[in-house]
């Protein structure tokens, strides 16, 4: 069932498992129930479609009223969630969070902003042509993360704002089918700090225990400083790894593919970074200019090569750039991350999750 997901040698395989898609329209994803909303059934219907009446897209999208949470998804397994797409107003992203719990936990195995799960922690507005997301005009996000589940799985998504918001649309794919023995559960962790001169140096993951492997990591990376910002390594600490790391970069732009500040030419004064999206890495994002400080968004995918570990890893990165007298600056700089990572359960608790103001990009 993994290598379908992956690419197109096993698509003519016939198989056994069941498929079924939950939206609005279909909130439970039973067989025969999808487009059966009638007008006036609840708050979600619309008006639009008073003139043609049920089965004519009734119920298209939830309303979801400040402060409210939404199950998206709660499902009995064995199965695996193959896709995800929602849409919702783009510069609101980070006023919603994405919860995913996983055969009974209480903790979630994924916490985070709704539109950093989508490499979308800036203003929504990220184009992302990578293999396991896909983020398209304007603004409709795509996960193809699988995510396997044995007993159940629930997907939550909390309204963090003020106001009440019309129009949250999603659309969730998975299959009925057995899991294989060693599959993993999907995880991801969103963190964000500011780093220090006296420690220039950010956690993307830390307290993670179990077998699994590290597939991805997606960062927003506020910029506090003059000039080049990407000097620092990023750091894997592995199975007990201590003071030194098993896995070390060479830094910033190196660890997302590409290099030497990711310009076009090697005069920085004619030539700002390069964006660029591919399959397992993508720099989409350099808002540079204007009214805001400079705001980088970056993805590395590690889905051809997975860092693997066997009992626990921590993940760092450096904030580092350069004196004038070509020593390495370290930086005071706004860092969020989103790890994402497939392990065993149980899930180890998570730091608290940031407020609503302490999420916000300005």
Request: proline letters at 7%; charged letters at 20%.
């Amino acid at each position: 069932m993994f290598s379908q997901l992956t690419g197109m040698s096993h698509i003519a395989l016939l198989s056994d498992a069941e498929t079924r898609s939950i939206s609005a329209e279909n909130p439970n994803g039973t067989r025969g129930g999808g487009a059966t909303a009638e007008l006036g059934q609840d708050h979600h219907c619309t008006e639009a479609a008073s003139a043609l009446g049920k089965g004519w897209k009734v119920r298209p999208c939830l309303t979801l009223k400040a402060g409210e949470t939404a199950t998206l998804a709660d499902v009995a397994g064995p199965g695996i969630i193959q896709h995800i797409w929602i849409t919702v107003e783009a510069e609101k992203l980070r006023y919603f969070t994405l919860r995913v719990y996983y055969d009974g936990q209480e903790q979630p195995a994924i916490e985070c902003p709704l539109g950093d799960f989508f490499a979308n922690g800036v203003d929504g507005c990220a184009l992302i042509a990578s293999m396991p997301v896909a983020v398209n005009p304007r603004g409709g996000m795509n996960s193809y993360w699988p995510m396997p589940f044995r007993k159940h799985i629930r997907i939550d998504v909390t309204n963090d704002g003020w106001e009440d918001l019309v129009g949250f649309f999603y659309q969730i794919t998975y299959a009925l089918t057995d899991v294989p023995e060693r599959a993993g559960y999907l995880h991801a962790q969103w963190r964000r700090s500011m780093t220090t001169r006296e420690n220039p140096e950010h956690t993307i993951l830390a307290d993670v225990t179990g077998q699994g492997h590290y597939v991805g990591t997606y960062l927003v990376w506020n910029q506090l400083s003059n000039l080049w910002w990407g000097e620092g390594e990023i750091k894997f600490y592995i199975d007990g790894d201590t003071e030194y790391p098993t896995i070390c970069g060479t830094g910033t732009e190196d660890y997302f593919g590409g290099a030497w500040g990711f310009r076009a030419k090697e005069n920085p004064e004619m030539s700002g970074p390069v964006e660029f999206t591919t399959a397992f890495l993508g720099y989409p994002q350099a808002v540079i200019g204007g009214e805001r400080v400079p705001v980088h968004g970056l993805y590395r995918w590690h889905i051809p090569d997975p860092i693997r570990f066997k009992m626990d890893l921590r993940v760092t990165i450096q904030a580092l750039g350069w004196w004038p007298n070509r020593k390495y600056q370290p930086l005071t700089d706004d860092i969020a991350s989103t790890a994402f990572w497939y392990q065993t359960l149980p899930t180890a608790p998570f730091p608290q999750y940031p407020t609503l103001e302490e999420r916000f990009n300005r």
